[in-house]
């Protein structure tokens, strides 16, 4: 058996999120479905990270093995030819055994983008967040820096969220303003299940003043979801990347090359 590493890049518009699930259109049903072909046996995969409904990615990481002879270039076109538009496979390699896409990964990004203008776009509905708005940056990074650091992020996970412990590292957390865009990027150790639109949610209250910067502060020390105000829509959000001990030889995505705008976005 030989283990294999994929990079995943996908629309979430058309599908109800990465993991698979009966009766409904999801990413990992597509690239698994893509792979078995080129494989000639059936093929699962582990990602890197689960990404809901409507939610997109840039640089997702999955892995597989597989006992046919394969090269990472074989998958990577191979599965391309079968995989519909809105999801690309964007580099392959073959990986030790002992790699894993979730688990041996030590950070992950996320990146949550705002169109903030009076008016919504046609061109981009569905790939960004829309906010009528105007939104003070310095007042959300300012907030933003309280989340940075290892916390209970209680407030910030959905109520719905079964993972075991909601300590979380956030090692960054920046808001930039690029043009008519506002775009936050957090990378943190893990997340949990909708924190990022969460956080995203409470930064954008206070951006447009509705709420004062120490709030973000108030929410996460009360730990409790319903404290944490609206959680922002889905399409705005992007799974960057995921990075992982340099032995493993897995790239990192160069984000910057989409643009909004004409404007990169930051790294």
């Given at each position: ?7 995943v890049e996908y629309s ?180 949990l299940h909708h924190m ?43 799974f960057v990347s995921a ?25």
């Amino acid at each position: 058996m030989t283990r294999f590493a994929l990079g995943v890049e996908y629309s979430g518009t058309g599908f109800a999120g990465w993991q698979r699930q009966a009766g409904v259109r999801t990413v990992q049903d597509a690239v698994e479905e893509a792979l078995s072909r080129v494989a000639d046996e059936p093929v699962r995969v582990a990602a890197a990270g689960r990404t809901d409904t409507g939610v997109h990615a840039l640089g997702q990481v999955v892995h597989f093995d597989c006992a046919k002879t394969r090269s990472p270039e074989a998958f990577r076109r191979g599965g391309n030819a079968h995989l519909p538009p809105d999801v690309s496979l964007i580099w392959g390699r073959v990986v030790d055994d002992g790699f894993h896409a979730r688990f041996s990964a030590v950070s992950r990004t996320y990146r949550y983008v705002i169109l903030n203008r009076p008016t919504r776009s046609a061109v981009w509905a569905g790939r960004v967040a829309f906010d009528y708005r105007p939104l003070q940056v310095a007042r959300m990074q300012e907030a933003a820096a309280a989340l940075v650091g290892r916390h209970d992020f209680s407030a910030y996970r959905a109520v719905g969220c079964q993972a075991k412990s909601p300590i979380r590292e956030v090692y960054a957390l920046t808001v930039e303003r690029r043009d008519a865009f506002v775009i936050l990027t957090i990378r943190a150790n893990a997340f949990l299940h909708h924190m990022v639109r969460n956080v995203a949610g409470v930064l954008m209250a206070i951006g447009a003043g509705e709420r004062p910067v120490r709030w973000a502060f108030d929410v996460l020390a009360g730990r409790d979801r319903n404290l944490g105000g609206v959680t922002a829509p889905p399409g705005g959000l992007y799974f960057v990347s995921a990075s992982y001990p340099p032995d493993f030889g897995i790239p990192w995505v160069a984000a910057h090359a989409w643009s909004y705008g004409g404007a990169p976005l930051p790294d």
